[in-house]
């Protein structure tokens, strides 16, 4: 509660707080704000007809239909939950495994740490756009199979993170102490290191959600990762992007399609940044201008 207070005391903290509320409280009540039809799965947008052009908002649907007749409100709605899933799924596992990986290595050093980074640094040496769709070709598409794609590929960032500070605790004063009055190493390493090297991550995490959504964004808009329909984001401006350009003489013709799925995604991912930002500032003041 203390820390939330600290973020709501910066102006570009609190905003990126409430936009994440937001989203939080539409994700909680998609059924509701955009009840699924009977018998049909929520997590697949609906659709009002097969039609290959988009109509403009109306009343059955308050946002319009992008081509196919999907509706746009109800993709934004139950994306909110994709978005949320996917982002605190990949970031959590990625930050655990990372965490594990990099800072054993770092706090044992020796042959351990050296096998370890040179395994990161084959990690870090694909390109991780391209190892995602690859993997994600090879594995299917899914939910599921698009996270694990991700954390198999996202943990080598918190690995390197953590290590450097493991590397620069450990060789303080009071975990000198610690082991020169016989504290077993297992201890020292989670209850004194691990502790005190957390705040970079919990920074790095806060940012990457909103990058993690970004991708897999990235990933439904050219056809990989989730199945045709599924509420995302990036599967809405996917089914728009024929309609970009609108129609001759009218840029701006079908600007609904690609108008309110924009709007959520930048503005999640900057609801994220922003407290990601405002957690930096709190826990490295000397980051402050």
Known sequence: ??????????????????????????????????????????????R???????????????????????????????????AILVGFITVLFSAIVGVFVGGTGAFFGGLLDSIIMRIVDLFMSIPFLIAIIVLTTVVGKGLDKIIFALVFFNWRVYARII??????????????????????????????????????IVVL?????????????????????????????????????EWILGMPGSPFYYWYTYTYPSIAMVSFVLGWTLVGDALRDIFDPKMVN
């Open 163 to 200: 290590r450097s500070e493991v590397l620069a605790i450990k060789e303080e004063e009071y975990i000198t102490s610690a082991k020169s009055i016989g504290v077993p190493q297992f201890r020292i390493f989670y209850k004194h290191i691990l502790p005190n090297a957390f705040y970079p």
């Open 48 to 82: 009002h007809s097969f039609s290959s052009l988009p109509t403009p908002p109306c009343e059955e649907a308050i946002f319009g239909t992008t081509g196919g007749g999907y509706d746009i409100f109800y993709g934004i709605v139950w994306g909110s939950r994709t």
């Open 1 to 46: 509660m203390q820390l939330l207070n600290k973020i709501f005391k910066t102006p570009l903290g609190a905003l990126g707080a409430i936009i994440i509320i937001f989203w939080v409280i539409v994700a909680l009540f998609a059924p509701i704000l955009a009840p699924p039809a009977e018998g049909h799965d929520p997590y697949f947008i609906l």
């Open 205 to 241: 995490m806060s940012i990457n959600i909103g990058r993690v959504v970004l991708m897999v964004a990235s990933l439904s808009f050219i056809g990989v990762g989730l199945e045709l329909g599924f509420a995302d984001w990036g599967q809405l401006l996917n089914f728009s992007r």
